[in-house]
């Protein structure tokens, strides 16, 4: 605790009070925190709907909602974990408040635009909350035509919107990071010395860039068809529901990287710090995420094997999805690689980053699964695919998060989160998630369909464990909840470098000054380099 | 509860060819997943830190491993490629004496429709060790087939037909699911399919009193509809002869050429504008509205019945 003789340094938290000073503040670690409460409020939403889910399913009969309400429930529960949480979670969150520090910036190169986007986000993400309260929506969160344009009821124009509205902030989000990337490197800082964070931000930045204005597009055509009666996807107005297929998931697919590419950046870090070397590789791992950023935007047909897609494209998409797995497995490799003579600390981020290696890895594996043709005729659609996605998504990005969240929780808050608690929790998350969704790949090869409310009887038993699971997995979630808020005003007092890291953002003091560093910092070594923060050297092993 | 199966059951061709891709994507998968576990605890626990201020000694880079684990894995997923590759390029090759049969989607129901005039609803018959070809279409929006125990799928769209073939390998009653969420009663939307002895399917298909085959039932259509005062059989009416259209393949107008087939007759029912055969005028009027798809699929069966030339290869039948 701060002893009341020494007056508390300035910091971006004490240096202002008040909520204007937080609405209208313009410092990208103010507005980091701004899109923490945002994602996380959407994030406990999103649970929400999952938690419903899961009680329907524990009986084959439909018994606890309507099929109506349960398919509003499934499709709610995608739009807010995608839209609203996973897309910016890493990015606007611990993105926003780190890539400046990592390269020695003193803020992104468009604060005002920086704090327009989250903005656009709010905004978005009422218009989206408003249709869920009036009514909700029941297309899926993959708005299949002619399905969402011309048969469903529901609030289907109020989501979209709100889909198209948060789509700008993604798009501003992805701007601000590459004009800073670009232009605001402290001396010294070049990019083969850039943090993996960074490089792997830079990716996802251009994606978000490339990508977004196509979903903005659909949702415009989307929106003609529904509205105005233009036939583009209703083959009786004219149009070709394929077409929108192949729109959503030009968008969609990629949009899979923005969500998992700042994962990496994060495990990167914390493999590098938690094993003292530099990351194995590195220049083969900050080359991967623009190889998988490049590549992303070629396999979108891989959704689309059994949609009447020719034969030939499925061929051709089967054959591209293959590439996009090669640079995903060179960072696995190059991970574990780091931890050779290293020396490891099993501090609860790391485990989180052990978590997300090898449940990635599952994830990336059956991805390979759903790439070969005539495996997948059989699997998609059903919870193979759903446990696929889980895999990468839940058990990927989220461990990611979370990993990240408690590495850089000292340097946002200048507090410590309790070890003992974290590492629990830790432990629960990754049994709970595994119980949740390992039954999930068994479920869809022996072909239980997805968004399914009622089902035959003989999935019960997988679906129970599924449900069991999930439970576990919640208890999970809410410990980080939390002991992060008990630790605010309990947790020890951080120094401004607890791990012994490299990066620049550990190099101020925690919480940080207004502008990250009292004097622009001079960047004279690789990332990485732990001769500059730990004393002597030793051999290990 | 019921029991606790692992596999899905096999009832057809596809399912054995399916189930070895599986097999070995396995294999490659538990591979390489306790290669990395493993590796990742013995490391981690090998080189636990044991002093605070300790610092490793950096080891430089290895090319030589990166392009290891880079073409190794490349050349596994290449095999992959090609075994789902040919998988599916099977599945999409019915046989030219495979058992044709039609198939109308719409929420929430399937129907089919025997070439002998039979109907069902949410279920479907078939004989034992018969390749059986489905062309299907939708009222709505899309659907899609889906019988786990053959390991087939298709999507069926609105305004276009879809194909899929399977040969039953096994007598019994199989799951029959709506792949595709297609609104609100979508997990209701789900029947059997029943494969049977030949004999047995012998005795079911004269057990039902159809009001006549199918083409039987399209030929009457196409007299209520009045699409005979036009189509003369003798191609004397201001409209082209149908009489050995099938199969054939027609000079349009623009020049192009096109060959007869289930979409190009669905088109010009109801679209008949977009493609106008050489030497006719635009006259015809469309029937969207007027005949629903299974009345559509009839006709073309009735049309079929006036032609010699069935067509044999039938374009793909997961996808088009
Ligand atoms: C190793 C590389 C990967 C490959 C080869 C791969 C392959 C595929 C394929 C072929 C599908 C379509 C399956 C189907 O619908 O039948 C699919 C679905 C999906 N994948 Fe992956 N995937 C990979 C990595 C990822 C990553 C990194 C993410 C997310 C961060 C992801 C998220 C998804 C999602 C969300 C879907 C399904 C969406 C839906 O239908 O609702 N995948 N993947
Ligand atoms: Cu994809």
Redesign the interface.
Known sequence: MITAAVPERENYLNNAYGIKSWLLTRDHKRIGLLYLFTVTLFFFLGGAFATMIRIELLTPQGNFVSSETYNKLFTMHGVAMIFFFLIPAIPATLGNFFLPMMIGARDLAFPRINLLSWYLLVIGGLFSLFAMLAGGVDTGWTFYTPYSTTYSNSWVIATALGIFISGFSSILTGLNFIVTVHRMRAPGMTWMRMPLFVWSHYATALIQVLGTPVVAVTIILLFCERVFHIGIFDPTLGGDPVLFQHMFWFYSHPAVYIMILPAMGIVSELVSVFSRKPVFGYQFVAYASMAIAVLGFLVWGHHLFVSTQSVYAALVFSFLSYFVAIPSAIKVFNWTATLYKGSISFATPMLYAFGFIGLFTIGGLTGLFVAALGFDVHVTDTYFVVAHFHYIMVGGTIMAYLGGLHYWWPKITGRMYPEGWAKLSALIIFLGFNLTFFPQFILGYLGMPRRYHVYPDEFQVLHVLSTAGASVLAVGYLMPMIYFIWSLRYGKVASANPWGATGLEWQTPSPPPVHNFDVTPIVTHDAYDYSTVIGQEVEVG | ????????EQASTFAP??DH??YF?LA??VF??VL??C??FY??I??????D???????H??LA??IV??VI??GI??V??T???????N??RPPNNAMPLYVVAK?WMWKIEHMEGQREINELHIPLGRAVRLTMASE???H?F?V??F?????V????Y?TIWFQPTKPGKY?L????????????M?GWVYVMQPRDYQNWLSGGAPAGTLAESGEKLFTDLACSNCHKADGTGRCPSLEGLFGKTVQLANGAKIVADEPYIRESILHPAAKIVAGYLPVMPTF?GLVTEDGVLQLIEYIKSLGPKPIVGGG?A???
């Open positions: 509860m019921g029991k606790f199966p692992l596999f899905p060819d399916v891709l599986t994507l490659v998968a390489f997943t990395i576990f590796s990742i490391l981690a090998r080189y636990r830190r044991r002093s201020g300790e610092l490793p000694h950096v080891p880079g290895g491993l990166e684990w880079s894995p490349f997923t290449m992959m490629f075994w789902g590759a040919s998988v599916f390029f599945e999409s929420q709505d929006v899309i899609s889906y786990p125990a390991r087939v799928k298709q999507d769209v609105p305004g276009k879809s799951h699911f709506c792949a595709e969420f297609c609104g609100t009663r979508h997990s209701g789900i969207q793909g997961l996808g088009k």
